[in-house]
Nanobody
Framework: QLVESGGGLVQPGGSLRLACKAS????????VGWFRQAPGKERDFVGG????????YYADSVKGRATISRDDAKNTVYLQMTNLKPEDTAVYYC??????????????WGQGTQVTVSS
């Protein structure tokens, strides 16, 4: 099970680091992706990282502003977002993904963590 945390209210231009902690197991070499869902919209892929391939990629909407990293000791994956914009407002989720097809996810969705970008 993956549990998201770290969301909150931030002003435009600000930064946040979201966390995705695995409980009941380890991430091992699984690929993990971040997604977000804004009110009234579908859940969209934000970015993903594969430790097997040693690479990551991001949606165009966050490219250059998002970085995914991982702390094996804490069994946690992070999404660092900078220069946040109001359009980044959404509930953010993480999931284990098929790195070659991030729309293919393997866990049930968690509660997510709310990010609100507003002045």
């Amino acid at each position: 099970q993956l549990v998201e945390s770290g969301g909150g209210l931030v002003q435009p231009g600000g930064s946040l680091r979201l966390a995705c902690k695995a409980s009941g197991g380890t991430l091992g070499r699984l690929a993990v992706g971040w997604f977000r869902q804004a009110p009234g919209k579908e859940r969209d892929f934000v970015g993903g990282m594969s430790w097997s391939f040693g690479s990551s990629y991001y949606a165009d909407s966050v490219k250059g502003r998002a970085t995914i990293s991982r702390d094996d000791a804490k069994n946690t994956v992070y999404l660092q977002m900078t220069n946040l914009k109001p359009e980044d407002t959404a509930v953010y989720y993480c999931n284990v993904i098929d790195y070659t097809n991030p729309n293919r996810t393997f866990n049930s969705w968690g509660q997510g963590t709310q990010v609100t970008v507003s002045s």
